[in-house]
């Protein structure tokens, strides 16, 4: 999801002093009366502000809402989740030598694949809310640094590479692949990691038939070979097969889970970025495969209800 626009704000400089009213031209005493105004003297107008419309019940908060909330914290929100300042653009980090790979770091990271996708941003910030330590692999790192800071350890490079895949694994313990992007289609070292969530699209691209058949074929592939790799590595994982990734405000509709819903159905790409992140608190003792899209069942516990799905086997 491309960053939310920056929301235009009056500016804080203090204006120049203006000259007064020609002495001729002041204005008269009667309140009715308008004042006079110099010929040709410019009108100054007002900058433009844009209304921002928020939820009044906090719990309501659409997500939209939390990202607004996020942007305009600021310096607030940073204080609050104990990150540091923003780094200056010009500086810092990039020129500091960085630390040897023999270092191991603490194993409490989430690492999120295809980070500068609309859904992989929707997991970031999710996570952001729930205080993750967080790395993502993007293609643009200025852009998700200006989106998300220091909350996000943005990482450019190319899965194929092994002392990058190494580097961007480091300190992990659970990874979360939003989009069929091949990130498990090349060799990777997974040993250290604990825990797999990946959403997988192959319902939608096996049911899809003509054109739009040879336009996922790709797609089918990348999917089929993350899903094989992932059961084959023997990781604590959650396979969840969505339905169609839809761009509509998340938390409207409950779910379906029923066998086959992810070929015909439809999900908010915001509700499949919110099961994916919940399903970090609930690690399987092998691997857990479900379907599910947009429907009826109203979903308040998520642990709970992945619990239930592990119990039955």
């Known amino acids: 999801m491309p960053a939310p626009p920056l929301f235009a704000r009056p500016s804080s400089a203090p204006s120049s002093p203006q000259p007064g009213p020609h002495p001729r031209l002041r204005p008269s005493a009667s309140k009715h009366t ?16 844009f209304a921002v419309v928020r939820s009044k019940n906090k719990d309501d908060a659409s997500f939209a809402d939390r990202i607004l909330d996020y942007i305009e914290g600021g310096p607030k929100l940073r204080k609050w989740y104990g990150a540091p300042d923003l780094l200056p653009k010009d500086g810092g980090a990039e020129g500091e030598e960085e630390q040897s790979l023999d270092v191991e770091d603490p194993r409490d990271a989430v690492l999120v694949t295809n980070g500068d996708s609309e859904i992989g941003q929707m997991v970031i910030l999710s996570l952001i809310l729930k205080r993750e330590r967080i790395k993502a692999l993007v293609k643009d790192k200025r852009s998700t640094e200006e989106a998300f800071g220091t909350y996000v350890e943005c990482m450019v490079g190319n899965i194929e590479d092994k002392s990058f895949t190494k580097k961007a694994l480091r300190g992990v313990r659970s990874v979360i692949c939003p989009t069929d992007d091949g990130f498990f289609s090349d060799p990777i070292d997974l040993r250290a990691v604990q825990h797999i969530v990946l959403l997988s699209q192959l319902s939608v691209y096996r049911n899809s038939g003509g054109l739009q058949a040879i336009v996922n074929s790709k797609l089918r592939k990348l999917a089929e ?5 992932v059961l084959a590595s023997g990781i604590p994982s959650m396979i969840i097969r ?8 998340g938390g409207e509709r409950g779910f379906s889970f029923t066998e086959g819903i992810a070929a015909k159905g439809r999900i908010s790409k915001e509700d499949a970025a919110t099961i994916c992140v919940e399903a970090l608190d609930a690690i399987p003792q092998t691997t857990l495969i479900f379907e599910v899209a947009n429907g ?7 642990k709970a209800w992945f619990a239930e799905q592990m119990a039955k086997g």
Request: no cysteine; glycine share 0%.
């Open 34 to 49: 308008k004042p006079n105004r110099p010929l040709l003297s410019p009108v100054k107008r007002r900058p433009e502000l």
């Open 225 to 229: 070979r993350d899903e094989e790799v």
């Open 296 to 302: 009826d069942e109203n979903v308040t516990d998520w």
């Open 242 to 249: 969505s339905a169609s990734l839809q761009t509509t405000p």
